[in-house]
């Protein structure tokens, strides 16, 4: 029976992903001197799946190129080999290329041969390179076992039997017991007397062989029969009472059975598990089938994750990120009609219609459960982005010539996932700025009296209903002079009279940049107005604090979802906003003393000894019939960039949730609006983006500053 492997391809390109980024990981944190023998393997069996996964898929690229990888991995856990920095170099270049070429078997651009070429010449020069290490006879690992083991090949035209026996052949000695013919039909059965194992020699065949053409066995006379991917440590011919479990690849391994547990180790390369420990003493079966012994340091290798990988295993499963997508608009429209199913409850008789009421504070309770549930299958740890910046920051550091220590805070912290996809191209910008503008060199950060080496830190955490993302560094922090004097260059309306965070926020212009020269890596003015443009798209922003030699922390602030929020709609005129509730402090109604109008900053309100500007909505959004004078309507103050100011609205109207559309797929970006939302009743309620709002405000105040200045 042949099986189509390419069902599987997705499969085997996600768990690769998340092989090659766990070698990465740990390859980065290896200490030279004294590598931990538990990462060397946890690396060594990290290429061992992708190889054996490979080859069963029928990567030979990826295959060849790891096994090479693998070999040399293989000598450095056993300590034959010294693991040195050039080694490491390697490695890391060995996984890019890797990576590459699966990104190629998914439909990417092609790898060229001689950049995989000249890896594996890399790899076989630091294998042949280095002095053998000499281990103290008592250290010394005792000599492989030789086994006999019996090989049965299906009699195919497209198997090319006589170089495969040339290729086992090296392995071992090899005997013919019987030669195989199509008529009558006979199988190729041959005897290895080798030092390979079971597992080994199924996983040697694979690289030839269909799974499905060939059996190996140790007793060629025995009933069991084990081979690559097919009824491991289980009969031939299933008895009716042994349940067989299919382990993700079509592939099946025996549940409850009498024989040794198996385990599969990657893509169809399977080692025995040993059984568990028995409560109390008992006689081994005649009809149990011997334990296969495990490889050199195998069994201390996977003793240890094999339970957690399993446990991981059993309570996930991958989801096509478009059904998850879907789940959550469903739930959205959802919580659309219990709003509609709300507003219309209020206007009945309580008392009449209880049950049709408590009906709906029901239906209430659970969409707001079941959103709630929807929304963490969609939360993802940001891991996934910080643990790309152990490499990033690794490289720069080396290009740039400074020594840099990267630390990360809350890595587990989770954040939706339409966040994560589009938060790598940001941070990794901020990353580049802080390695490149931010930490000085060694022999400059001597003289400050600081260490030669720089810090820099990752940090996520959770802040109200946001979530914060802070990029920190222990450099020379922004310099106010040098900005203020590279805008007046460029003919911007600045004041030394400005704040720092107005200052700090002047970075984030286009085309600025306070950079010396212009480098590879950054000084050309393109990337901090991007960043912050990013970040307003996923409907966050970004704040900056910054210190003279003590360093800089650039935070971004993202809400925790851009499909459901909750917030506060509003009336202005005959029109209904929705403002979003993480920004509001407080509403009130002002006295007419305490409403002013200042030269420069136009009207101003007193709330408990702080003068506040007033943002009239409705003339900034054309609204007509709004009120304008803020005693005869409400002032809600709202907060961002650390900036209050005051929200002149007719009325308010409620705080609900409410699902948040895209304004700018729909129709087109306005400033002001960052979305839409469809309100009980049937009708389009438009979303403040509060940020924007502000800082509008506040290049209006410092303009008309400005003005006055100039005619003064």
Request: aromatic fraction near 4%.
């Amino acid at each position: 029976m042949s099986i189509d492997m390419t069902q599987f391809h997705q499969v085997f390109f996600d768990e690769t992903d998340e092989h090659l980024a766990s070698m990465e990981s740990l390859l980065l944190e290896l200490d030279i001197h004294a590598p931990d023998q538990e990462a060397l393997n946890a690396i060594f069996r990290a290429a061992h799946s992708i190889k054996g996964g490979s080859a069963t898929f029928g990567f030979s690229d990826l295959a060849e190129l790891t096994h090479v990888l693998e070999n040399l991995l293989d000598r450095i856990r056993k300590g034959t080999l010294d693991l040195t920095a050039p080694m490491v170099d390697a490695f890391l270049h060995a996984k890019d290329v890797l990576a590459a070429l699966l990104a190629s078997h998914r439909g990417g651009e092609p790898v060229e041969e001689a950049e995989v070429e000249q890896v594996k010449q890399t790899l076989d020069a630091l294998g042949q390179g280095q002095q053998e290490v000499v281990s103290a006879p008592q250290a010394a690992p005792a000599p492989p076992a030789w086994h006999d083991l019996f090989i049965e090949i299906d009699p195919l035209e497209s198997v090319d039997v006589a170089a495969l026996i040339d290729d086992l052949s090296r392995h071992g000695e090899l005997q013919t017991v019987q030669q195989g013919s199509a008529e009558p039909a006979l199988p190729w059965v041959l005897k290895l007397h080798s030092a390979m194992d079971l597992p080994e020699v199924c996983e040697t065949l694979a690289f030839a062989l269909d799974p499905s053409v060939f059996r190996v066995t140790r007793d060629l006379g025995a009933e069991e029969t084990e081979g690559f991917g097919l009824f491991l440590g289980a009969p031939a011919a299933p008895s009716p009472d042994v349940m067989l479990e299919e382990d993700g690849f079509g592939l099946f391994t025996p549940v409850d059975a009498p024989h040794e547990a198996i385990e599969d180790e990657g893509f169809g390369l399977f080692h025995p598990v040993p059984p568990p420990p028995a409560a109390e003493p008992a006689q081994a079966s005649p009809h149990a089938a011997p334990p296969h012994p495990p490889t050199p340091g195998e069994r201390s290798e996977r003793a240890a994750p094999a339970a957690s990988s399993a446990a991981s295993a059993e309570n996930s499963i991958r989801v096509n990120i478009e059904k998850v997508d879907l789940l959550l608009n469903l739930v959205g429209e959802l919580v659309i009609t219990q709003s509609m199913l709300m507003q219309s409850g209020n206007a009945l008789d309580s008392v009449e219609h209880e049950r049709l009421i408590n009906g709906i504070n029901l239906l209430q309770r659970n969409s707001r459960e079941l959103q709630e549930a929807v929304m963490s299958i969609r939360m993802t740890p940001v891991a996934f982005v910080f643990n790309r910046f152990p490499r990033v920051v690794r490289d720069m550091a080396q290009k740039l010539d400074k020594q840099v220590e990267l630390k990360m805070v809350g890595e587990n912290t989770e954040l939706d996932k339409s966040f994560i996809e589009k938060l790598a191209d940001p941070l990794t910008h901020l990353v580049r700025n802080s390695l490149d503008h931010g930490i000085e060199s060694p022999e400059e950060r001597i003289r400050k009296g600081k260490s030669p080496q720089g810090q820099l830190t990752l940090r996520a955490f959770h802040q109200g209903g946001s979530i914060v993302i802070e990029v920190t560094d222990d450099g020379a922090g922004l310099d106010r002079e040098r900005i203020l004097a590279k805008a007046r260059e460029r003919g911007m309306a600045v004041s030394d009279s400005m704040s720092d965070v107005e200052v700090w926020n002047l970075i984030f212009e286009p085309g600025f940049s306070t950079a010396a020269q212009i480098t590879d890596v950054s000084g050309r003015g393109v990337g901090m107005d991007v960043v912050k443009r990013n970040i307003q798209t996923l409907g966050g922003r970004v704040e900056i604090e910054s210190l003279r030699d003590y360093g800089t922390t650039i935070g971004i602030h993202l809400p925790l979802t851009l499909a459901i929020m909750d917030g506060m709609s509003v009336r202005i005129g005959q029109e209904t906003y929705i403002l979003p509730l993480s920004f509001i402090l407080e509403s009130l109604q002002p006295q007419p003393q305490d409403v002013r109008t200042v030269s420069g900053r136009g009207r101003v309100v007193n709330v408990r000894g702080e003068y506040l500007p007033i943002v009239a909505l409705g003339k900034m959004f054309h609204v007509p019939d709004a009120r304008h004078e803020p005693t005869e309507a409400i002032l809600i103050i709202v907060e961002s960039d650390d900036t209050r100011v005051a929200l002149l609205v007719d009325d308010l109207i409620g705080q609900q949730q409410f699902v948040v559309k895209n304004l700018e797929t729909n129709y087109h970006k306005v400033e002001g609006l960052s979305g839409a939302t469809i309100m009980g009743d049937g009708h389009v309620a438009l979303i403040l983006d509060v940020t924007t709002i502000v800082r509008r405000n506040q290049k209006a105040a410092q303009a008309l500053s400005m003005n006055l200045a100039s005619t003064e």
